[in-house]
C-alpha cells in the first residue's frame, strides 16, 4: 500500500507520536485532534497475541488501519518504552536494559530524557492535557530514583505502577503520593483499575484543551494473573508449533545455541498454561479498550480522536527451544501489533509499509519507506 492520503496521514500521525511535535498535531486546524495510546506489555503479534482482542481489533483495527509491519527499537522492556517516549534509540537514550544501573529511570534519565519526551511537549507546544495511568518504566519508583514521588515533566495527571507489572500488591504514585492497593479483585485488579481511572478522566478533563491519554497495561505480562471471569478460558489452547518451535538453532547466534533441545515435556507443558494465562489476562485489555471507545463516543469525541494500540515489545514461547522471553532481535520479539483509528483514516485498512527509522541530525528518529 502506498503512502497516499489517510495511509500517509495516519503514518504521520505514527512518527509524531514516537517523534514529538509535528505539523500533523500542531498545525492551524480550529479543532485539534485527541490522542489516546493503549501500550501492552509483552504482546506479541507472530504467534497469535492479537487473538483474544476480538473487541480491539474491531473497533481500532477493523475501524482503521492495521500495520503489518511495525517494530520497536529494542526486544526488552525500559529501552524500547525510553524510545516509544523520546524518539531516540537506544544508544542515543542511553537505557540499555531493565536495571536502574543500565539507566532504566535513573537519575540521569530524569534529567537528560524525561524533560524532551513526547508527552512534555505535547503539553508545552500543543496545550495538551496529558494522562498517564500504568506500568512506567521498570525501576520507576525505586527510592534511590526518587520514589514514587517523581512525576515526570509534562504530565497533567500522573497513575504510574511503582516498578515493574503486577495484578495484585502494588503501589501506585499518584500524583507523586503513594496508593496501595492489595488483592481484592472489586477494587486491586490493575487491569480493571486503569480502565476506571481512564474512564474518570475522560468524564472530568477540561473540555476547553485537546488530550492526551497513555494507558499501559500489565498484561500480558507475567506473572500472567487473570481477572476471576476469564480464568477458565482457552483451556485447550496452546503455544503453536509452528516451523522453529522447540528446535535447536544451530546456526544462531551464541546466546540461542545455549538453550537446552529439545524441551522436556514438563518444560512444554509448563509453556502451554503460560501461553494460555496470557491471553486470559489479554481479555481484560480487551475490556479497557471497548470501555474507553464508547466512553469516547458517549462524550462525542470519539471522531476526534487518534486511538493507537501497541506494545513495547513482542514475545517467544518455545521458539528456537528458548521457553518464555524476549531479548532476542528476532521477529516474533522485536514485532509489534500496532492499529489505529481517528479522524481522516478510512476503516479496514492494512499498511504493509515498512515502518523503518533512520536517525535524524537532531538525534530524533524520523520514518522513512
Known amino acids: 500500500m502506498g503512502l497516499k492520503g489517510s495511509g500517509l496521514r495516519s503514518l504521520l500521525i505514527c512518527v509524531t507520536l514516537w517523534t514529538g511535535p509535528s505539523s ?12 489516546v495510546l493503549v ?10 497475541g492479537l487473538n483474544p482482542l476480538s473487541k480491539t481489533k474491531k473497533l481500532i483495527g477493523d475501524a482503521g488501519m492495521t500495520f503489518t509491519n511495525a517494530f520497536v527499537a529494542s526486544p526488552l522492556c525500559c529501552p524500547s518504552r525510553a524510545s516509544i517516549l523520546t524518539g531516540k534509540y537506544p544508544h542515543n537514550h542511553h537505557v540499555v536494559n531493565n536495571t536502574l544501573e543500565g539507566n532504566c529511570s535513573s537519575r540521569a534519565w530524569q534529567k537528560s530524557e524525561e524533560p524532551h519526551a513526547f508527552p512534555a511537549l505535547l503539553k508545552a507546544y500543543g496545550g495538551y492535557q496529558t494522562f498517564f495511568a500504568g506500568k512506567y518504566l521498570n525501576q520507576y519508583g525505586r527510592a534511590d530514583a526518587g520514589g514514587v514521588e517523581h512525576v515526570p515533566p509534562g504530565w497533567s495527571y500522573w497513575f504510574a505502577l511503582e516498578r515493574n507489572s503486577k495484578y495484585y500488591n502494588y503501589t ?39 488530550f492526551f491519554m497513555m494507558v499501559s497495561t500489565p498484561a500480558p505480562h507475567s506473572p500472567w494473573t487473570a481477572a476471576p471471569q476469564y480464568q477458565d478460558r482457552f483451556n485447550t ?18 546466546l540461542i545455541r545455549q538453550a537446552k533441545t529439545p524441551m522436556t515435556n514438563s518444560s512444554v507443558q509448563f509453556l502451554d498454561e503460560a501461553f494460555r494465562k496470557r491471553w ?21 469525541e470519539l471522531d476526534n480522536t487518534y486511538i493507537f494500540f501497541t506494545s513495547d515489545n513482542g514475545y517467544h514461547t518455545g521458539q528456537f527451544s ?37 536517525q535524524g541530525e537532531d538525534g530524533h528518529l524520523v520514518t522513512i519507506q
Do not use: C
Open 280 to 300: 486470559q489476562t489479554l481479555l481484560s485489555v480487551d475490556d479497557l479498550v471497548e470501555k474507553i471507545v464508547k466512553k469516547l463516543e458517549v462524550r462525542g
Open 24 to 35: 500533523a498535531l500542531f498545525g492551524h486546524a480550529n479543532r485539534r485532534p485527541n490522542i
Open 172 to 210: 501506585m504514585s499518584v500524583n507523586g503520593k503513594p496508593q496501595k492497593h492489595g488483592a481484592d479483585y472489586s477494587r486491586d485488579y490493575l487491569t480493571d483499575v486503569l480502565a476506571n481511572v481512564s474512564l474518570d478522566f475522560l468524564q472530568y478533563k477540561s473540555s476547553y484543551q485537546p
Open 39 to 48: 501500550l501492552t506489555d509483552d504482546l506479541d503479534v507472530l504467534i497469535g
Open 237 to 254: 489452547t496452546k503455544a503453536p508449533r509452528d516451523p522453529n518451535f522447540n528446535i535447536h538453532g544451530a546456526n544462531k547466534h551464541w
Open 322 to 358: 528458548l521457553p518464555l522471553d524476549k531479548r532476542q532481535l528476532y521477529e516474533f520479539d522485536i514485532k509489534v501489533p500496532l492499529m489505529v483509528r481517528g479522524p481522516n483514516i478510512k476503516p479496514n485498512q492494512t499498511s504493509q509499509v515498512d515502518l523503518i527509522a533512520k
